[in-house]
């Protein structure tokens, strides 16, 4: 069926493409390709014959004209699934991002009752499928919603169209939420009826949903339908904006939802929502911030940004070339619009020349790096042996822990040219930098000039990680024989910036106590990484943990003094401590401690590949590191390098090496 989908929209292309005129009659071609399902569309268009009702007409043209590609996933397993949402739902929300809890109440489920199942996905094509009283119901609930906010006569129909009508939001099961959403009392109250500009109520209603986000929700494997969200109160990043879009539009908000199809510097991509006010201005929010529209940050470098639509992109190179040659999976659905330049963001226009072209392409790409490759981002035509790519973002952000507290993160992002050819990105040329002014910088590797290099990390550190280990300066160390800590001695104060490994200080007051802790006296909830306490003889002490109230049952106190420094501990109350009870007094020589962490720093015993980039990944060498840093001989000058843990870990990121640093892309 997958196929079946994307064929369909290739159909559509190549039939419009027929008509004498040039314009394509997409409703004439829709029509054609629902096959038995054209009875049920059909009978939408003459439910809307009547004079009165030629605004619902155009309105049901519209979705039907841009109805292909348009479909639902399903499953046995997701069906399934749906059992398991009320006991989603009992999982307290104040467990927060980090509970393992949804994600094992899924892999419980899949173990007891999935075992089975058909878990392969299948896609309900719209055009095939959708029922006419199911569209009806949609187009009716959307006008009498919109023409009856105070703001609707300040938008065009088109915008109606855009930000209001559509049925879906992506993939999900189809619902009736517009009617459900609407004044739901489980949000609205009665002072919503007097607002009068759709961004405050949208600031407003963002402010009541009940969705807490977590990752356990990525394996229930596609986007939740309304009622789902409903049940389950818990969902990740794409569920969260189907979410406020399903509660804006049901409420006759215009909304969108934008998104970044790869961070630019992080391996990850990222979703939220925009509404837009009566100037035709789009103002991004996000849910479980709430902050007022268009005070979201972005907090990660971005090459383009884009929006989804429910109309089909028909200008785009992408859409003139479905059927011809091979497309990625984001591109290919042919409803996104490049949105970036809109972020008031600086972007520059880039061209590539290009030689040596894979016969019939007629598409080029810029990629940004991803874990273990690369991801197209942007597209462009191929005229003349060049393509332009207009609007790129050149990487500076409005994320001010940048500039204060990360000085090697580079100047600009990494971009790599290439074509996309039987699923695989092919590179169509070097890496180059595109600088925060808009230059463009090769990244040559100069094989005849080579130099040593010491690296410290395979991966930088992200910028609420560097937060985490600032934390941690100021606070101290006791010891005392005394359970309630009167008789406290001062062991040791952590001064310094903090590393994100295991450190050590030696004790101002050596001696014998039975009771040691770490004390938070900044006011934060003492989130460590890792605690230690030495004897004379350098060796670890164990005891049995104690402390203040835990935040979450799922990190208890023994994560703290686990010997892993990627698991952590976080208290439940500011100005709190955690340490031992060592069962009698031992000698205290020295403290040790991490702050909460990813792990990416070079660690003693781990065996490491550095590699550079020269038309794809090149071994430079392997060794095993002996210290917190590691260094290589024989490294090309201006390369674009590559460090890999082979010993474990899968996080690692591009770099190149100035002055005897790593510089982060």
């Known amino acids: ?13 190549l039939l419009a493409g027929c008509n004498p005129s040039g314009q394509g009659d997409e409703l004439a071609v ?69 509970s393992p809890r949804i994600g094992n109440l899924f892999a419980e489920f899949r173990k007891k009752d999935l075992r089975t199942a058909d878990t392969r996905l299948r896609k309900r094509s719209d055009l095939e499928t959708i029922p006419s009283d199911y569209l009806i119901r949609a187009i009716d609930a959307s006008f009498d919603t919109w023409e009856s906010t105070p703001w609707h006569r300040h938008y065009s129909f088109e915008q109606f169209c855009e930000y209001i009508l559509p049925y879906r939001s992506m993939t999900e099961y189809l619902s009736d939420w517009k009617t459900d959403a609407r004044r739901n009392p489980r949000w609205w109250t009665s002072e919503y009826d007097t607002v009068r500009d759709p961004v405050q109520l949208c600031h407003l209603l963002n402010r009541k949903i009940d969705l807490t986000f977590n990752h356990g929700m990525d394996q229930y494997g596609v986007p939740q339908s309304y009622p789902n969200l409903l049940k389950s109160h818990w969902g990740n ?49 996000q849910v479980g911030f709430g902050l007022y529209p268009g005070k979201v940050q972005l907090r990660e470098k971005v090459a383009k940004i884009y929006r989804r639509s429910f109309a089909i992109q028909r200008n785009g190179i992408v859409y003139k070339r479905l059927g011809k040659e091979d497309i990625p999976p984001v591109f290919r659905s042919c409803d996104l619009r490049d949105v ?12 590539v020349s290009l030689e040596d ?20 981002v942007a597209c462009a035509e191929i005229k003349g042996g060049k393509a332009l790519f207009r609007d790129v973002a050149t990487g500076v952000i409005d994320n001010q822990a940048y500039n204060t507290r990360e000085q090697d993160l580079g100047q600009g992002i990494v971009l790599l040219p290439a074509y996309y050819l039987q699923g695989c990105v092919i590179p169509a040329g070097e890496p180059f930098v595109l600088t925060n002014d808009g230059a463009v910088q090769p990244l040559s590797p100069d094989t005849l000039r080579k130099r040593t290099v010491t690296l410290e990390k395979k991966m930088r550190i992200p910028y609420r990680f560097i937060g985490y280990a600032q934390q941690l300066v100021g606070n101290h160390f006791e010891g005392a024989n005394r359970p309630d800590f009167s008789d406290a001695v001062p062991l040791a104060r952590i001064q310094d910036s903090v590393a994100s490994h295991l450190q050590t200080l030696p004790v101002n007051c050596p001696g014998q106590y039975r009771y040691v802790r770490y004390v938070d006296t900044r006011g934060n909830r003492s989130m460590v990484g890792e605690l230690a306490f030495f004897d004379k003889n350098g060796q670890r002490l164990s005891g049995t943990p104690i402390g203040t109230a835990d935040r979450y049952a799922y990190q208890p106190k023994d994560r703290a003094f686990d010997g892993d420094i990627v698991s952590f501990y976080e208290a439940a109350d ?5 340490g031992l009870d060592l069962g009698a007094p031992r000698e205290i020589s020295a403290v040790g401690f991490s702050p909460r962490t990813t792990g990416n ?41 590559l460090l890999s843990d082979r010993t474990k870990g899968r996080e690692e990121r591009i770099f190149t090496y100035t002055e005897g640093r790593q510089i982060w892309w």
């Open 357 to 376: 072209m894979p016969r019939g392409t007629k598409i080029l790409y810029l990629c940004v790096s991803a874990l273990r490759g690369w991801e197209p």
């Open 340 to 351: 970036t330049a809109q972020y008031g963001i600086p972007v520059a226009d880039v061209t």
């Open 30 to 98: 829709a029509l054609d390709l629902a096959g038995d399902n054209r009875s049920e569309l059909q009978a939408v268009l003459d439910h809307y014959s009547a004079p009165r009702d030629s605004l619902k007409r155009r309105a049901a043209e519209y979705l039907i004209g841009n109805m292909a590609g348009k479909y639902t996933v399903s499953s046995p397993a997701l069906e399934a699934y749906e059992e398991l949402l009320p006991e989603i739902a009992q999982v307290p929300a104040d467990e927060g991002l980090n």
């Open 237 to 285: 990043c794409i569920d969260e904006t189907h979410y406020a879009l399903f509660q804006m539009r049901g409420n006759g908000i215009p909304v969108a939802i934008d998104f970044v199809p790869q961070w630019a510097n992080l391996h990850d991509k990222h979703y939220w929502n925009v509404v837009i006010d009566t100037t035709g201005r789009a103002r991004e929010f």
């Open 574 to 578: 500011k100005e709190s401590w955690i």
């Open 1 to 13: 069926m997958k196929q079946r989908i994307f064929l369909t929209l290739t159909a559509v292309i």
């Open 601 to 641: 720093e070079v660690e003693p015993g781990d065996t490491y590949t550095l590699y550079y980039w020269e038309d794809g990944w090149r071994e430079i060498g392997t060794k095993t590191a002996d210290a917190h840093r590691i260094t290589f001989e024989g490294v090309p000058e201006n390369a674009l390098l």
